[in-house]
Protein backbone atom coordinates (compact mmCIF):
# COMPACT_ATOMS: atom_id res chain seq x y z
CA UNK A 1 0.00 0.00 0.00
CA UNK A 2 2.97 2.39 0.43
CA UNK A 3 3.84 2.22 -2.86
CA UNK A 4 0.34 2.92 -4.07
CA UNK A 5 0.50 5.79 -1.43
CA UNK A 6 3.59 7.31 -3.34
CA UNK A 7 2.02 6.86 -6.53
CA UNK A 8 -0.52 9.75 -5.69
CA UNK A 9 1.99 11.73 -4.79
CA UNK A 10 1.38 11.44 -0.62
CA UNK A 11 3.70 9.53 0.24
CA UNK A 12 5.42 12.52 2.51
CA UNK A 13 2.16 12.96 4.20
CA UNK A 14 2.40 9.01 4.89
CA UNK A 15 5.44 9.37 6.71
CA UNK A 16 4.16 11.87 9.21
CA UNK A 17 1.05 9.74 9.77
CA UNK A 18 2.92 7.26 10.71
CA UNK A 19 5.23 8.91 12.45
CA UNK A 20 2.09 10.63 14.04
CA UNK A 21 3.22 14.51 13.36
CA UNK A 22 0.81 17.10 12.58
CA UNK A 23 -0.12 18.29 8.91
CA UNK A 24 1.12 21.51 7.78
CA UNK A 25 -1.72 23.82 6.34
CA UNK A 26 0.23 22.56 2.88
CA UNK A 27 -0.02 19.01 3.42
CA UNK A 28 -3.78 19.64 3.92
CA UNK A 29 -4.30 21.69 0.89
CA UNK A 30 -2.52 18.78 -0.79
CA UNK A 31 -5.25 16.42 0.66
CA UNK A 32 -7.86 18.64 -0.60
CA UNK A 33 -6.54 19.11 -3.90
CA UNK A 34 -5.50 15.21 -4.45
CA UNK A 35 -8.00 13.19 -6.72
CA UNK A 36 -6.89 10.03 -5.17
CA UNK A 37 -9.84 8.73 -2.53
CA UNK A 38 -8.59 5.50 -2.03
CA UNK A 39 -5.27 6.79 -0.98
CA UNK A 40 -6.97 9.78 1.10
CA UNK A 41 -8.99 6.89 2.75
CA UNK A 42 -6.62 4.72 3.94
CA UNK A 43 -4.40 7.86 5.48
CA UNK A 44 -7.62 8.97 7.44
CA UNK A 45 -8.57 5.26 8.38
CA UNK A 46 -4.95 4.72 9.92
CA UNK A 47 -5.59 7.96 12.30
CA UNK A 48 -9.43 6.79 13.03
CA UNK A 49 -8.00 3.48 13.91
CA UNK A 50 -5.12 4.81 16.15
CA UNK A 51 -7.69 6.70 17.91
CA UNK A 52 -10.49 4.48 18.50
CA UNK A 53 -9.73 1.21 17.31
CA UNK A 54 -12.75 -0.08 15.24
CA UNK A 55 -15.28 1.28 17.70
CA UNK A 56 -18.14 3.52 15.62
CA UNK A 57 -20.26 5.66 18.26
CA UNK A 58 -24.08 6.63 17.73
CA UNK A 59 -26.56 8.06 20.57
CA UNK A 60 -30.04 8.11 21.34
CA UNK A 61 -30.97 11.49 20.91
CA UNK A 62 -34.10 13.48 19.84
CA UNK A 63 -34.16 16.93 18.19
CA UNK A 64 -36.44 19.38 18.83
CA UNK A 65 -36.38 23.37 16.77
CA UNK A 66 -38.41 25.39 19.16
CA UNK A 67 -38.60 27.89 16.22
CA UNK A 68 -37.45 29.02 12.74
CA UNK A 69 -38.26 32.51 12.94
CA UNK A 70 -34.92 34.28 11.87
CA UNK A 71 -33.71 37.41 11.74
CA UNK A 72 -30.72 36.34 9.77
CA UNK A 73 -32.13 34.69 6.80
CA UNK A 74 -28.99 33.07 5.43
CA UNK A 75 -28.89 32.31 1.71
CA UNK A 76 -28.11 28.95 2.02
CA UNK A 77 -30.63 28.14 4.66
CA UNK A 78 -33.93 27.03 4.01
CA UNK A 79 -35.29 26.22 7.61
CA UNK A 80 -34.99 30.38 8.87
CA UNK A 81 -37.98 32.35 7.63
CA UNK A 82 -39.00 36.07 9.10
CA UNK A 83 -41.83 36.83 11.27
CA UNK A 84 -45.22 36.68 10.05
CA UNK A 85 -44.18 34.52 7.33
CA UNK A 86 -46.85 31.22 6.67
CA UNK A 87 -44.06 29.19 7.16
CA UNK A 88 -42.45 30.68 9.99
CA UNK A 89 -43.58 28.83 13.58
CA UNK A 90 -42.37 29.01 17.18
CA UNK A 91 -42.94 26.47 19.99
CA UNK A 92 -44.28 27.57 23.60
CA UNK A 93 -42.17 26.09 26.86
CA UNK A 94 -45.57 23.57 27.21
CA UNK A 95 -45.29 22.48 23.61
CA UNK A 96 -41.08 21.76 24.09
CA UNK A 97 -42.15 19.92 27.02
CA UNK A 98 -44.80 17.90 25.09
CA UNK A 99 -42.19 16.76 22.85
CA UNK A 100 -40.47 15.51 25.43
CA UNK A 101 -43.16 13.83 27.35
CA UNK A 102 -44.59 12.04 23.83
CA UNK A 103 -41.26 9.88 23.90
CA UNK A 104 -40.62 8.92 27.90
CA UNK A 105 -40.76 5.79 26.85
CA UNK A 106 -37.96 5.74 24.71
CA UNK A 107 -34.16 5.34 25.98
CA UNK A 108 -33.57 8.83 25.40
CA UNK A 109 -30.30 10.54 27.12
CA UNK A 110 -29.73 13.41 24.78
CA UNK A 111 -32.01 16.31 23.70
CA UNK A 112 -30.44 18.50 20.38
CA UNK A 113 -31.93 21.74 20.72
CA UNK A 114 -31.64 24.82 18.53
CA UNK A 115 -34.00 27.54 16.48
CA UNK A 116 -33.54 30.66 14.50
CA UNK A 117 -32.26 34.14 15.87
CA UNK A 118 -35.95 35.27 17.11
CA UNK A 119 -36.33 38.87 17.12
CA UNK A 120 -38.93 38.72 20.23
CA UNK A 121 -38.03 36.20 22.47
CA UNK A 122 -37.24 37.29 25.96
CA UNK A 123 -34.03 35.53 28.15
CA UNK A 124 -36.78 34.09 30.23
CA UNK A 125 -38.10 31.64 27.59
CA UNK A 126 -35.00 30.57 26.67
CA UNK A 127 -33.99 29.58 30.44
CA UNK A 128 -37.29 28.46 31.17
CA UNK A 129 -36.64 25.90 28.01
CA UNK A 130 -34.13 23.87 29.69
CA UNK A 131 -35.96 23.91 33.05
CA UNK A 132 -38.78 22.87 31.76
CA UNK A 133 -37.40 20.18 29.74
CA UNK A 134 -35.06 19.06 32.65
CA UNK A 135 -38.28 18.73 35.03
CA UNK A 136 -39.66 16.08 32.67
CA UNK A 137 -36.78 14.24 32.01
CA UNK A 138 -34.41 15.09 34.98
CA UNK A 139 -31.54 12.95 34.07
CA UNK A 140 -31.43 14.21 30.57
CA UNK A 141 -28.32 16.47 29.15
CA UNK A 142 -29.54 19.13 26.89
CA UNK A 143 -27.12 19.93 23.96
CA UNK A 144 -28.34 23.32 23.42
CA UNK A 145 -27.86 26.74 21.44
CA UNK A 146 -24.93 27.22 18.71
CA UNK A 147 -22.60 29.61 19.72
CA UNK A 148 -24.99 32.39 17.43
CA UNK A 149 -27.76 31.44 19.34
CA UNK A 150 -25.27 32.17 22.46
CA UNK A 151 -24.47 35.38 21.45
CA UNK A 152 -27.93 36.25 20.85
CA UNK A 153 -29.10 35.13 24.43
CA UNK A 154 -26.37 37.43 25.68
CA UNK A 155 -27.31 40.39 24.04
CA UNK A 156 -30.98 39.50 25.61
CA UNK A 157 -29.78 39.41 28.97
CA UNK A 158 -27.26 42.57 29.12
CA UNK A 159 -24.52 40.19 30.31
CA UNK A 160 -20.94 39.09 29.25
CA UNK A 161 -20.74 35.57 27.37
CA UNK A 162 -19.39 34.08 30.45
CA UNK A 163 -22.15 35.08 33.00
CA UNK A 164 -24.84 34.19 30.59
CA UNK A 165 -23.48 30.46 30.05
CA UNK A 166 -23.82 30.07 33.75
CA UNK A 167 -27.06 30.85 33.85
CA UNK A 168 -27.99 28.36 30.97
CA UNK A 169 -25.69 25.77 32.64
CA UNK A 170 -28.10 26.73 36.27
CA UNK A 171 -31.23 25.84 34.42
CA UNK A 172 -29.98 22.56 32.81
CA UNK A 173 -27.65 23.46 29.52
CA UNK A 174 -25.23 20.03 29.31
CA UNK A 175 -23.16 21.23 26.38
CA UNK A 176 -23.27 23.08 22.99
CA UNK A 177 -23.53 21.71 19.73
CA UNK A 178 -21.60 22.87 16.77
CA UNK A 179 -24.02 24.37 14.28
CA UNK A 180 -23.33 27.90 12.67
CA UNK A 181 -19.78 27.89 12.15
CA UNK A 182 -20.50 27.44 8.18
CA UNK A 183 -17.09 28.50 7.12
CA UNK A 184 -15.26 31.27 9.19
CA UNK A 185 -13.77 33.18 5.60
CA UNK A 186 -15.36 36.77 5.97
CA UNK A 187 -15.55 36.21 1.81
CA UNK A 188 -17.86 33.81 2.23
CA UNK A 189 -19.86 35.26 5.45
CA UNK A 190 -20.73 38.51 3.55
CA UNK A 191 -21.59 36.22 0.50
CA UNK A 192 -24.16 34.37 2.73
CA UNK A 193 -24.38 34.92 5.76
CA UNK A 194 -23.57 38.86 6.67
CA UNK A 195 -26.21 39.20 9.73
CA UNK A 196 -24.94 36.26 11.09
CA UNK A 197 -22.42 36.28 14.07
CA UNK A 198 -18.79 36.74 12.45
CA UNK A 199 -16.32 33.33 12.66
CA UNK A 200 -13.71 34.76 14.85
CA UNK A 201 -16.65 35.66 17.30
CA UNK A 202 -18.08 32.43 16.81
CA UNK A 203 -14.41 31.01 18.17
CA UNK A 204 -14.17 33.06 20.85
CA UNK A 205 -17.70 32.18 22.30
CA UNK A 206 -16.85 28.53 21.69
CA UNK A 207 -13.51 28.76 23.71
CA UNK A 208 -15.44 30.40 26.67
CA UNK A 209 -17.81 27.68 26.70
CA UNK A 210 -14.71 25.46 27.16
CA UNK A 211 -13.46 27.73 30.16
CA UNK A 212 -16.92 27.42 31.94
CA UNK A 213 -16.64 23.46 31.29
CA UNK A 214 -18.90 23.08 28.62
CA UNK A 215 -17.76 20.65 25.83
CA UNK A 216 -18.84 21.94 22.50
CA UNK A 217 -18.85 20.25 18.59
CA UNK A 218 -17.80 22.14 15.43
CA UNK A 219 -19.04 21.78 12.33
CA UNK A 220 -17.85 23.53 8.68
CA UNK A 221 -21.10 23.51 5.55
CA UNK A 222 -19.34 22.78 2.68
CA UNK A 223 -20.27 22.65 -0.79
CA UNK A 224 -21.24 25.84 -2.05
CA UNK A 225 -19.15 28.49 -3.03
CA UNK A 226 -16.57 28.18 -1.00
CA UNK A 227 -12.71 26.90 -1.54
CA UNK A 228 -10.66 24.71 -0.80
CA UNK A 229 -8.59 26.74 0.61
CA UNK A 230 -11.16 28.61 3.03
CA UNK A 231 -12.16 25.16 3.96
CA UNK A 232 -8.43 24.14 4.73
CA UNK A 233 -8.65 27.92 6.92
CA UNK A 234 -11.56 26.31 8.63
CA UNK A 235 -10.23 23.49 9.99
CA UNK A 236 -6.81 25.45 10.84
CA UNK A 237 -9.15 27.38 12.78
CA UNK A 238 -10.43 24.97 14.76
CA UNK A 239 -7.43 22.91 15.27
CA UNK A 240 -5.58 26.30 16.82
CA UNK A 241 -8.99 26.45 19.19
CA UNK A 242 -8.77 23.23 19.95
CA UNK A 243 -5.20 23.20 21.14
CA UNK A 244 -6.06 26.39 23.42
CA UNK A 245 -8.62 25.00 25.23
CA UNK A 246 -9.15 21.16 24.40
CA UNK A 247 -13.00 21.73 24.39
CA UNK A 248 -14.16 20.38 21.33
CA UNK A 249 -15.68 16.97 21.28
CA UNK A 250 -16.39 15.95 17.45
CA UNK A 251 -16.10 17.74 14.38
CA UNK A 252 -19.23 17.48 11.97
CA UNK A 253 -19.04 18.07 8.35
CA UNK A 254 -22.08 19.21 6.85
CA UNK A 255 -22.85 18.80 3.16
CA UNK A 256 -24.45 21.82 1.45
CA UNK A 257 -28.52 21.66 1.09
CA UNK A 258 -29.72 23.76 -2.04
CA UNK A 259 -33.41 22.90 -2.71
CA UNK A 260 -35.48 25.92 -1.27
CA UNK A 261 -32.74 28.04 -0.53
CA UNK A 262 -31.01 31.62 -2.25
CA UNK A 263 -28.60 28.96 -3.58
CA UNK A 264 -31.06 26.87 -5.19
CA UNK A 265 -29.02 26.89 -8.49
CA UNK A 266 -25.97 24.89 -6.87
CA UNK A 267 -25.79 21.45 -7.13
CA UNK A 268 -25.45 18.84 -4.16
CA UNK A 269 -22.13 17.46 -2.79
CA UNK A 270 -21.10 14.40 -4.74
CA UNK A 271 -20.27 11.29 -2.61
CA UNK A 272 -16.93 11.52 -3.07
CA UNK A 273 -16.44 15.19 -1.57
CA UNK A 274 -18.80 14.28 1.09
CA UNK A 275 -15.81 11.53 1.67
CA UNK A 276 -12.69 13.64 0.79
CA UNK A 277 -13.79 16.00 3.65
CA UNK A 278 -14.07 13.69 6.01
CA UNK A 279 -11.06 12.00 5.72
CA UNK A 280 -9.11 15.75 5.06
CA UNK A 281 -10.70 16.65 8.57
CA UNK A 282 -9.70 13.49 10.36
CA UNK A 283 -6.44 13.67 9.11
CA UNK A 284 -6.08 17.49 9.87
CA UNK A 285 -7.41 17.78 12.93
CA UNK A 286 -5.45 15.49 14.57
CA UNK A 287 -6.44 17.06 18.23
CA UNK A 288 -10.08 15.99 17.80
CA UNK A 289 -11.22 12.90 19.28
CA UNK A 290 -14.04 12.30 16.93
CA UNK A 291 -15.10 13.02 13.15
CA UNK A 292 -18.86 12.47 12.88
CA UNK A 293 -20.62 11.03 9.56
CA UNK A 294 -23.45 12.91 9.74
CA UNK A 295 -25.85 10.35 8.58
CA UNK A 296 -28.70 13.12 8.15
CA UNK A 297 -26.75 14.57 5.64
CA UNK A 298 -24.93 11.88 3.28
CA UNK A 299 -27.47 9.20 3.89
CA UNK A 300 -27.09 5.76 5.74
CA UNK A 301 -25.42 4.08 3.02
CA UNK A 302 -22.40 6.59 2.53
CA UNK A 303 -21.80 7.14 6.25
CA UNK A 304 -21.33 3.27 6.61
CA UNK A 305 -18.61 4.17 4.33
CA UNK A 306 -17.31 7.27 5.99
CA UNK A 307 -16.74 4.86 8.83
CA UNK A 308 -13.23 3.71 6.37
CA UNK A 309 -12.52 6.96 5.60
CA UNK A 310 -11.84 8.39 8.73
CA UNK A 311 -15.30 8.81 10.77
CA UNK A 312 -15.87 6.79 14.05
CA UNK A 313 -19.42 8.52 15.09
CA UNK A 314 -22.47 8.30 13.19
CA UNK A 315 -24.61 10.92 15.16
CA UNK A 316 -28.04 9.02 16.59
CA UNK A 317 -31.57 7.93 16.14
CA UNK A 318 -32.15 12.02 15.74
CA UNK A 319 -35.72 11.89 16.15
CA UNK A 320 -37.53 14.05 14.30
CA UNK A 321 -34.95 16.06 12.56
CA UNK A 322 -36.26 19.47 10.54
CA UNK A 323 -33.45 21.87 9.33
CA UNK A 324 -31.53 19.59 6.72
CA UNK A 325 -35.42 18.33 5.61
CA UNK A 326 -36.50 21.83 4.75
CA UNK A 327 -33.55 21.72 1.84
CA UNK A 328 -34.17 19.15 0.70
CA UNK A 329 -33.11 16.46 1.97
CA UNK A 330 -34.23 12.73 1.44
CA UNK A 331 -33.13 10.85 4.39
CA UNK A 332 -35.41 9.45 7.11
CA UNK A 333 -36.36 12.35 9.90
CA UNK A 334 -35.40 9.02 12.10
CA UNK A 335 -33.46 6.05 12.55
CA UNK A 336 -33.89 3.40 14.64
CA UNK A 337 -30.79 2.19 17.06
CA UNK A 338 -31.51 -1.01 15.77
CA UNK A 339 -30.91 -0.11 12.64
CA UNK A 340 -27.91 2.09 13.40
CA UNK A 341 -26.35 -0.93 15.01
CA UNK A 342 -26.93 -3.18 11.95
CA UNK A 343 -25.56 0.02 9.89
CA UNK A 344 -22.52 0.08 11.52
CA UNK A 345 -21.99 -4.01 11.98
CA UNK A 346 -22.38 -4.28 8.46
CA UNK A 347 -19.41 -2.34 7.86
CA UNK A 348 -17.13 -3.84 9.90
CA UNK A 349 -16.99 -1.84 12.94
CA UNK A 350 -18.08 -2.31 16.73
CA UNK A 351 -21.39 -0.35 17.19
CA UNK A 352 -20.86 1.92 20.98
CA UNK A 353 -23.85 3.20 22.52
CA UNK A 354 -22.56 6.63 24.14
CA UNK A 355 -23.88 9.67 25.85
CA UNK A 356 -23.41 13.19 24.85
CA UNK A 357 -19.74 12.94 26.16
CA UNK A 358 -18.94 9.72 24.94
CA UNK A 359 -19.34 7.65 28.16
CA UNK A 360 -19.93 4.53 27.11
CA UNK A 361 -23.69 3.03 27.51
CA UNK A 362 -23.64 -0.27 25.53
CA UNK A 363 -20.61 -1.90 23.33
CA UNK A 364 -22.69 -4.15 21.21
CA UNK A 365 -20.46 -6.38 20.19
Excluded at 95 to 103: A, G, H, P, S, Y
Excluded at 121 to 127: A, R
Excluded at 292 to 305: C, D, R
Excluded at 354 to 360: A, G, I, K, S
Aim: glycine share 8%; net charge negative.
Amino acid sequence: MKNYIEKAGLGSILAKVEDGDRLSPADGLQLYQSHDILALGYLADMVRNRLNGDRAYFIYNQHINYSNICTNLCKFCAFGKEKGSDLGYEMSVEEVKQKVRDRLDEPITEIHMVGGIHPDLPFEYYVDLLRGIKEIRPAIHIQAFTCVEIAHLAGLAGKPVEQTLEILKEAGLGSIPGGGAEVFSPRIRNLTCEKKLSGNDWLEIAKTAHRQGLRTNATMLYGHIETMEERLEHLDALRQAQDETGGFLAFIPLSFHPKNTEMSSLSRTTGIDDLKNIAVARLYLDNFPHIKAYWVMIGPKLAQVALSFGADDMDGTVKEEVITHMAGADTDQAIGSTTLVRLIKEAGRIPVERDTLYNVIQVHA
